[in-house]
């Protein structure tokens, strides 16, 4: 059974399922937007979609004029990944699962959007209460995701 992780960046907490997932007798394949020099690679290479063009054309214009607050911002909520290699990397591998990081960003909407093509068992990877709080813009943001496009939430409380 192959399972594919679909991230902004791959995090070294997510080691430890790839690992205990390997050891069941899966096949895992993590894709990623970004690499970061800070994570361990000692279990796993993600592949890297990286950014759309649209993205970089864009970043350019935000590096110049926005606000440090909006760059900020920018890189985690807007960003829009390399949508051919996304598709191409995803109908390759055949997943029979999808495990998407994260909840608030382009690049979660179009993972899933594309990844839908593919398979049918796609699950929202979430972390709550530390990192996003129970704010009312997170519960309108789960409610339209698992009622209005059933997408299956797996979730952590930290």
């Not at 990081?101 to 909407?109: D, I, P, Y």
């Not at 899933?112 to 943001?141: D, M, P």
Request: glycine letters at 4%.
């Amino acid at each position: 059974m192959k399972i594919l992780f679909i991230v902004p960046r791959y995090h070294t907490n997510l080691i430890y399922r790839v690992k205990a997932l390997r050891q069941a007798g899966y096949k895992v394949k993590v894709l990623a937007l970004r690499q970061e020099n800070s994570e361990s690679y000692e279990v796993l290479k993600p592949e890297i979609i990286g950014y759309g063009k649209l993205y970089e054309l864009l970043s350019k214009l935000v590096s110049k004029y926005g606000s440090l607050s909006f760059k900020k911002k920018w890189k985690i909520n807007w960003a829009i990944p390399n949508l051919k290699k996304l598709k191409r990397e995803i109908k390759d591998y055949n997943p029979d699962f999808v495990f998407i990081r994260g909840q608030k960003s382009l690049f979660t909407v179009f993972s899933y959007i594309i990844t839908r093509i593919f398979c049918s068992n796609i699950y929202l990877l979430v972390q709550t209460n530390k990192h996003y709080g129970e704010t009312f813009k997170k519960k309108i943001a789960l409610f339209f995701l698992k009622k209005i496009i059933k997408i299956n939430l797996l979730t952590k409380k930290i």
